[in-house]
T-cell receptor, first 115, second 112 residues
Framework: EAGVAQSPRYKIIEKRQSVAFWCNPI?????LYWYQQILGQGPKLLIQ????????DSQLPKDRFSAERLKGVDSTLKIQPAKLEDSAVYLC?????????????FGPGTRLTVT | GNSVTQMEGPVTLSEEAFLTINCTYT??????LFWYVQYPGEGLQLLLK?????DKGSNKGFEATYRKETTSFHLEKGSVQVSDSAVYFC???????????FGKGNQVVVIP
């Protein structure tokens, strides 16, 4: 079974530029999550989708971050414009359904550096 | 709100030594508790979990017991190997919405 795919793996941009990350979850997984992991910290949830609807985006900085999950499969996370403090690893995860408590499968992440 | 606290600092130990990583939590309701592991260059993987008080999760020689009275979920392994070198994250999930809250993680380095 293929795992969660993410691209790109690495991205370097200048502040005020825009960037987008892509995630393809495990086939059949209804729930998709985006996390931000700053160096030395644990992952922090940004947004959670159930199929193509948003379940929780309470920690998403909506003035600059946006995410979508068209057709309930792939998802894109965008930052526009980027700030220095956005430098982090962005993790995508998926799970079969919301009620399988904590059994999330993570992708390898995209390491973003903002200069 | 819900939160997880892990002991400070990396852990360095010799092969075959005993490993303990402390984890305590603050939560409303009855959360599920997890340990995730991140091997070098790889994504986070679920290592073990416990969904109610006194449950013991185990996998690959690692164990952790859900202690409601001390709000703890410490990770232990009796004899570590070099291949156990990784970052270990304690986490809890909200009752109902599967939202995970992670601790800061502990880097474990096992020396041959």
């Amino acid at each position: 079974e293929a795992g969660v795919a993410q691209s790109p793996r690495y991205k370097i941009i200048e502040k005020r530029q825009s960037v987008a990350f892509w995630c393809n979850p495990i086939s059949g997984h209804a729930t998709l999550y985006w996390y931000q992991q700053i160096l030395g910290q644990g992952p922090k949830l940004l947004i959670q989708f159930q199929n193509n609807g948003v379940v929780d985006d309470s920690q998403l900085p909506k003035d600059r971050f946006s995410a979508e999950r068209l057709k309930g499969v792939d998802s894109t996370l965008k930052i526009q414009p980027a700030k220095l403090e956005d430098s982090a690893v962005y993790l995508c995860a998926s799970s079969l359904e919301r009620r399988l408590r904590g059994e999330q499968y993570f992708g390898p992440g995209t390491r973003l550096t903002v200069t | 709100g819900n939160s997880v606290t892990q002991m400070e600092g990396p852990v360095t130990l010799s092969e075959e030594a005993f490993l303990t990583i402390n984890c305590t939590y603050t939560a409303t309701g009855y959360p599920s508790l997890f340990w995730y592991v991140q091997y070098p260059g790889e994504g986070l993987q679920l290592l073990l979990k416990a969904t109610k008080a006194d449950d013991k999760g185990s996998n690959k020689g690692f164990e952790a017991t859900y202690r409601k009275e001390t709000t703890s979920f410490h990770l232990e392994k009796g004899s570590v190997q070099v291949s156990d070198s990784a970052v270990y994250f304690c986490a809890l999930s909200d009752t109902g919405n599967n939202r995970l809250a992670f601790g800061k993680g502990n880097q474990v380095v096992v020396i041959p």
